[in-house]
């Protein structure tokens, strides 16, 4: 007997209140998080693997302007972009990543050729800018990724005294990120997560996105799990990597174990922002501890939702 499919992903997590956004832009970001969900349903309804149906969705968002990630990126300090991005599948436990690259249109299908193509899990900076080269994928110039949007959030960013975006009580306290979590037919799960980081992040700052185990995890024996937020809280709380280890050793159901460690672990050290997550029986989460999250998940019944603020779900016919 086939396994139920599951699909969930996220936009970013944050300040997101009724009110903050017009009615149009709501409307458009519905509109991409519903497009991205059927890039990966259409995959897994074909049979195709849940890190190809991950990968499908995450590839929709980063072609978005809207996501902070491929096109859309926020700008660095020295106003350039820098993505991160990983992808792993819960089979085998195999997992490729990249960090701080700049030329991938897609960093997502970076990370995917670091898994298949390389025997590595993690390249960062040049080495990865030039692995990515050598690869069979499209190669932009950095300033292919500017947006006035981004650049208007940058230049805010530099006048502010607080340069550091994401500080408690910093001016921007919306955060970016997008990632998918996906269950295929054989029982595979899988987690894919791409981001351009924090507004202004310099030094080579790398966020938990591309850290297997803390912005991105998957595991046949518990659950797959794609992160968005405040990323050195996330790196120290291993979070994506602590949910599915309460599922292993405690046997906590999917949406205990991102609660606990969303609404505890995290918010215990100060940390904001929330996850998607899927596990191998087809169960869906997700959990934030922020006022509102970019989101969309297919129901057990196949019925399609999106949301943005806490009390929202708009399902699609
Ligand atoms: N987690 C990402 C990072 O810290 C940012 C985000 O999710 O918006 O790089």
Redesign the pocket.
């Known amino acids: 007997m086939n396994t139920p499919i599951a699909i969930a992903l996220h936009g970013?997590?944050g300040v997101l209140q009724p009110g903050t956004l017009s009615g149009a832009d709501e409307d458009l970001v519905h509109g991409a998080l519903l497009g991205a969900l059927q890039a990966g349903l259409k995959v897994l309804e074909q049979g195709g693997s849940a890190i190809d149906a991950a990968q499908a969705s995450v590839v929709e968002l980063e072609e978005c302007p809207w996501f902070?990630a491929g096109k859309g990126a926020v700008f660095t300090h020295v106003g350039d972009h820098e993505m991160?991005a990983a992808i792993m599948s819960g089979a085998q436990r195999e997992a490729g990543a990249v960090a701080g690259i700049h030329h991938a249109r897609n960093p997502i299908k970076a990370a995917r050729a670091v898994l298949d193509h390389s025997d590595h899990v993690l390249l960062a900076g040049a080495g990865a800018d030039q692995f990515v080269a050598e690869q069979n994928l499209e190669y932009v110039a950095n300033d292919w990724f500017d947006t006035e949007l981004r650049r208007r959030q940058w230049q805010a960013h530099r006048s502010a005294p607080d340069t550091l975006s994401?500080e408690p009580g910093g001016i921007e306290r919306k955060?970016?990120?997008v990632g998918a979590v996906a269950l295929d037919r054989l029982g595979n799960v899988a987690a894919a997560t791409s981001?351009g980081?924090?507004t202004n992040k310099r030094f080579g700052r790398i966020?938990?996105?591309p850290l297997i185990g803390a912005?991105t995890w998957a595991d046949n024996r518990s659950a797959a799990i794609s992160?968005?937020?405040?990323?050195?809280f996330?790196i120290r709380c291993a979070v994506a990597h602590d949910i599915a280890a309460r599922m292993r050793y405690s046997g906590d159901s999917l949406e205990s174990a991102c609660d606990a460690v969303v609404r505890g672990e995290l918010l215990a050290l100060g940390g904001s922002?929330g996850v998607v997550a899927v596990s191998p029986r087809g169960e869906t989460a997700l959990v934030f501890n922020t006022p509102g999250m970019y989101r969309a998940w297919r129901d057990v019944d196949g019925g399609l939702h999106t949301a943005i603020y806490a009390e929202d779900d708009r399902l699609h016919g």
Do not use: P
């Open positions: 970013g997590a902070n991160d994401l955060f970016g990120t981001t980081g924090i966020g938990d996105s912005g992160a968005t937020g405040h990323g050195e996330f922002g």
